[in-house]
T-cell receptor, first 113, second 111 residues
Framework: NAGVTQTPKFQVLKTGQSMTLQCAQD?????MSWYRQDPGMGLRLIHY???????DQGEVPNGYNVSRSTTEDFPLRLLSAAPSQTSVYFC????????????FGPGTRLTVT | SQQGEEDPQALSIQEGENATMNCSYK?????LQWYRQNSGRGLVHLIL?????REKHSGRLRVTLDTSKKSSSLLITASRAADTASYFC???????????FGAGTRLFVKA
């Protein structure tokens, strides 16, 4: 049971490039979410999903897209990277349909130059 | 915007002492959770308290919730060096789908 996995661990992008951060969980959790964490701050919710085919925006959705075609996977796409998107990105999942006790992945450290 | 604001921002104590962290929030909640983050790692869930509960215990952790004051506290008793980490409170909205994290308290426990 791997829990929540994220790839890549580190990524450097140039301004304007696009990329996809991968997130997968093997716990059959319905709820999945993406957060970003900036230095000295807590996590801010980007997007979340309550099940396959259902996604919604969080606190800071601009510049990011998500989709949920399977229960296991919840990729986060950066459409046109900007330096303001330099951050550590965490994916999380929850066993209930709502955000009770989230399990977090190890994070992806993204730098946009 | 950040719902939860934690106090203090940083705390340094000796091993064996108790550590208390406070969290305040602004809007009605479904539940409040506390998480721990070791440097450079993902967050680990510690404890959840529902809006209709006032106190909850889990091992050396004690959480209180005062919905009238929109505040919560986390007490870690008999701290250990291994408790050194950042601690975050997180509030879940009444709809149950959105979680908002505070900026965290950095705890340093000296051996």
């Amino acid at each position: 049971n791997a829990g929540v996995t994220q790839t890549p661990k580190f990524q450097v992008l140039k301004t304007g490039q696009s990329m996809t951060l991968q997130c997968a969980q093997d716990m059959n959790h319905e709820y999945m979410s993406w957060y970003r964490q900036d230095p000295g701050m807590g996590l801010r919710l980007i997007h979340y999903s309550v099940g396959a085919g259902i996604t919604d925006q969080g606190e800071v959705p601009n510049g990011y897209n998500v989709s949920r075609s399977t229960t296991e996977d919840f990729p986060l796409r950066l459409l046109s990277a900007a330096p303001s998107q330099t951050s550590v990105y965490f994916c999380a999942s929850s066993s209930s349909g709502r955000t009770y006790e989230q399990y977090f992945g190890p994070g992806t450290r993204l730098t946009v130059t | 915007s950040q719902q939860g604001e934690e106090d203090p921002q940083a705390l340094s104590i000796q091993e064996g002492e108790n550590a208390t962290m406070n969290c305040s929030y602004k809007t009605s909640i479904n539940n409040l959770q506390w998480y721990r983050q070791n440097s450079g790692r993902g967050l680990v869930h510690l404890i959840l308290i529902r809006s209709n509960e006032r106190e909850k215990h889990s091992g050396r952790l004690r959480v209180t919730l005062d919905t009238s004051k929109k505040s919560s506290s986390l007490l870690i008793t008999a701290s250990r060096a291994a408790d050194t980490a950042s601690y975050f409170c997180a509030t879940v909205d009444t709809g149950g789908f959105k979680t908002i994290f505070g900026a965290g308290t950095r705890l340093f426990v000296k051996a």
